[in-house]
Nanobody, 119 residues
Framework: QVRLVESGGGLVQAGGSLRLSCAFS????????MSWFRQAPGNDREKVGA????????YYAASVKGRFTISRDNAKNTVYLQMNSLKPEDTAVYYC????????????WGQGTQVTISS
């Protein structure tokens, strides 16, 4: 069973930065495509970034491109989301998710970490 534990959320002012971490355990990390999602109250869940094992393929939502950076440390079984130039509209609960590279749906989700950006 895969376990995902996020950390690093908090309250920062607009223009500031945060780095989220997601620790993966329970299965072979290299077999999983990792993503970050976010959901604000009243909004649909949005995929903000994704990364393959090798890091050769990276996806960003248009709303965060140029401000957020997804990365993974395969030796530490951890995926990160560096968030810079934060805006109040980035306020949401951020979730880490994992799916097997051959799958089309995400089977594993973290508990979420709250990110709040004050104006």
């Amino acid at each position: 069973q895969v376990r995902l534990v996020e950390s690093g959320g908090g309250l920062v002012q607009a223009g500031g930065s945060l780095r989220l971490s997601c620790a993966f355990s329970g299965r072979t990390f290299s077999n999983y495509y990792m993503s970050w999602f976010r959901q604000a109250p009243g909004n649909d869940r949005e995929k903000v970034g994704a990364i393959t094992w090798s890091g050769r393929y990276i996806y960003y939502a248009a709303s965060v491109k140029g401000r957020f950076t997804i990365s993974r440390d395969n030796a530490k079984n951890t995926v990160y989301l560096q968030m810079n130039s934060l805006k109040p509209e980035d306020t949401a609960v951020y979730y880490c998710a994992a799916r097997q590279t051959s799958a089309t749906t995400y089977d594993y989700w973290g508990q979420g970490t709250q990110v709040t950006i004050s104006s």
